[in-house]
């Protein structure tokens, strides 16, 4: 997850929780195309393709 900007992590940290990008951006004073944005290149840098795979992928990595 160091390849993560600071912003990136912290729409990771709220969509694990369930949050949808709406709520996100209103929380992180984003725009919601901003957040989408932010996805986008999540998935890019961690090679995911879906909101399941980054929960997948943070419960991996969370548990070493």
Not at 20 to 47: F, Q
């Amino acid at each position: 997850a160091s390849e993560l900007t600071s912003a990136e992590t912290r729409v990771v940290e709220l969509v694990i929780t369930g949050v949808r990008n709406k709520e996100i951006a209103d929380r992180l004073g984003l725009s919601e195309s901003t957040v989408k944005n932010h996805l986008h290149s999540i998935y890019l840098k961690l090679n995911l393709e879906s909101r399941r795979q980054l929960v997948q992928w943070y419960e991996k990595t969370r548990a070493h």
